[in-house]
């Protein structure tokens, strides 16, 4: 197969979306297709990569979007040529000449929690029905964001025959292999010796709001680390918490190895890699009461109600208390390969061009 991939969120720091492409990337190349890397950008610039061509022409993201919502031009192929399959890995899918359309759709935040999301996201409610009638196949991380879209979006599948399928993220080998950071890199990023540990984006559906609520509930309690990228929306106050910003993965996985604790107070999610990563690098993890996040993290997580700062304050006290076995941990994030992820959405390549 000549595959196509949407390659725009490896353009800047790569959060959830980015890591979740680049990763797919690599080990599509490393398998029998032919694997061809576009963006939608005037600015950015695709890098290289061992096994991927890239081919990609100037434009703006917005305008093309625009154009997309209303038309069927410019069809991907114009800034990519010929394709078997274009698979477009962040919501929003082009108009096809030839090749079958594939789309992954991460969570749907952008219509059941309007008020949280980014004007970008906010868009995603017009072009996501555009997408769908384009594609053959939609994808989505878990099979609890797929029942949402087989239900939402039921006359739109329905009108276009495409199919609806969880195709589970990886994890990285170095995840498991992560060890605490180091008393150099503890003093680069400010950490102190024991401490409670965020990752994800600074944005309203985090839900930072209770995380910090739940933390003023335990004196004695390690300090608060938030890492990531500043987000958008109101801004909590942070202060009193180490806030080290965007860390790469070199960094990141000492960093989480060496949590007290990863907890993840989410609204709403459509994976929660961060929680899958934590399970994998042997970290006690506390997460709210989601279906996906159940999904992911099993028996191996402390669920808390979504909101209820005493109900994190005391299923955080409880994993501090008796961390666990990380052995089990590793074991449960074991098979979640991005080798595992990638021969999943060929599976779903071949699909569409059936």
Same mark, same amino acid.
């Given at each position: 197969?000549? +595959? =196509?991939?949407?390659? !725009?969120?490896?353009?800047?720091?790569?959060?959830?979306? =980015?890591?979740?492409?680049? $990763?797919?990337?690599?080990?599509?190349?490393?398998?029998?297709?032919?694997? +061809?890397?576009? &963006?939608?950008?005037?600015?950015?610039?695709?890098?290289?990569?061992?096994?991927?061509?890239?081919?990609?022409?100037? $434009?703006?993201?917005? *305008?093309?979007?625009?154009?997309?919502?209303?038309?069927?031009?410019?069809?991907?192929?114009?800034?990519?040529?010929?394709?078997?399959?274009?698979?477009?890995?962040?919501?929003?899918? @082009?108009?096809?000449?030839?090749?079958?359309? %594939?789309?992954?759709?991460?969570?749907?935040?952008?219509?059941?929690?309007?008020? !949280?999301?980014?004007?970008?996201?906010?868009?995603?409610?017009?072009?996501?029905?555009?997408?769908?009638?384009? #594609?053959?196949?939609?994808?989505?991380?878990?099979?609890?964001? &797929?029942?949402?879209?087989?239900?939402?979006?039921?006359?739109?599948?329905?009108?276009?025959?495409?199919?609806?399928? &969880?195709?589970?993220?990886?994890?990285?080998?170095?995840?498991?292999?992560?060890?605490?950071?180091?008393?150099?890199?503890?003093?680069?990023?400010?950490?102190?010796?024991?401490?409670?540990?965020?990752?994800?984006?600074?944005?309203?559906?985090?839900?930072?709001? /209770?995380?910090? #609520? $739940?933390?003023?509930?335990?004196? =004695?309690?390690?300090?608060?680390?938030?890492?990531?990228?500043?987000?958008?929306?109101?801004?909590?106050?942070? !202060?009193?918490?180490?806030?080290?910003?965007?860390?790469?993965?070199?960094?990141?996985?000492?960093?989480?190895?060496?949590?007290?604790?990863?907890?993840?107070?989410?609204?709403?999610?459509?994976?929660?890699?961060?929680?899958?990563?934590?399970?994998?690098? =042997?970290? @006690?993890? +506390?997460?709210?009461?989601? @279906? %996906?996040?159940?999904?992911?993290?099993?028996?191996?997580?402390?669920?808390?109600?979504?909101?209820? #700062?005493?109900?994190?304050?005391?299923?955080?006290?409880?994993?501090?208390?008796?961390?666990?076995?990380?052995?089990?941990?590793?074991?449960? &994030?074991?098979?979640? /390969?991005?080798?595992?992820? *990638?021969?999943?959405?060929?599976? #779903?390549?071949?699909?569409?061009?059936?």
């Amino acid at each position: 197969m000549l +595959v =196509g991939l949407d390659a !725009t969120p490896l353009l800047g720091a790569r959060t959830g979306i =980015g890591r979740y492409t680049g $990763a797919l990337l690599a080990a599509l190349a490393a398998g029998p297709d032919e694997v +061809v890397a576009t &963006a939608f950008t005037l600015r950015g610039r695709l890098d290289a990569q061992p096994g991927v061509r890239v081919r990609a022409r100037p $434009a703006p993201a917005r *305008a093309l979007q625009a154009a997309w919502a209303r038309s069927q031009w410019p069809p991907v192929e114009l800034l990519t040529g010929r394709l078997d399959v274009f698979h477009a890995t962040n919501f929003v899918l @082009p108009p096809l000449r030839r090749a079958r359309g %594939v789309v992954t759709i991460h969570d749907l935040a952008y219509l059941r929690m309007t008020e !949280t999301v980014s004007a970008a996201s906010a868009r995603y409610r017009s072009l996501v029905p555009r997408s769908i009638a384009r #594609a053959r196949m939609v994808l989505t991380p878990s099979e609890a964001v &797929a029942q949402q879209v087989r239900e939402l979006y039921a006359p739109q599948l329905a009108r276009s025959g495409a199919a609806v399928v &969880a195709v589970p993220h990886g994890v990285d080998p170095g995840w498991s292999r992560a060890r605490p950071p180091t008393a150099a890199l503890r003093e680069h990023l400010g950490l102190p010796a024991d401490y409670v540990l965020f990752v994800g984006t600074l944005e309203p559906r985090k839900d930072l709001a /209770t995380l910090l #609520a $739940a933390h003023r509930l335990l004196p =004695g309690a390690p300090p608060l680390v938030l890492v990531g990228p500043p987000g958008w929306g109101r801004q909590v106050d942070t !202060t009193g918490c180490v806030t080290p910003g965007y860390l790469d993965d070199d960094d990141l996985r000492p960093v989480v190895a060496g949590a007290s604790a990863l907890v993840l107070p989410s609204r709403d999610e459509g994976f929660g890699l961060p929680v899958l990563e934590a399970l994998a690098a =042997g970290t @006690p993890v +506390v997460a709210s009461d989601l @279906p %996906v996040l159940r999904e992911v993290g099993a028996e191996h997580v402390a669920y808390a109600p979504v909101g209820d #700062a005493e109900a994190f304050a005391s299923a955080l006290r409880s994993v501090l208390d008796a961390p666990g076995d990380p052995r089990a941990r590793r074991a449960h &994030a074991a098979p979640y /390969t991005w080798q595992r992820s *990638a021969d999943g959405h060929r599976s #779903a390549y071949a699909l569409a061009l059936t």
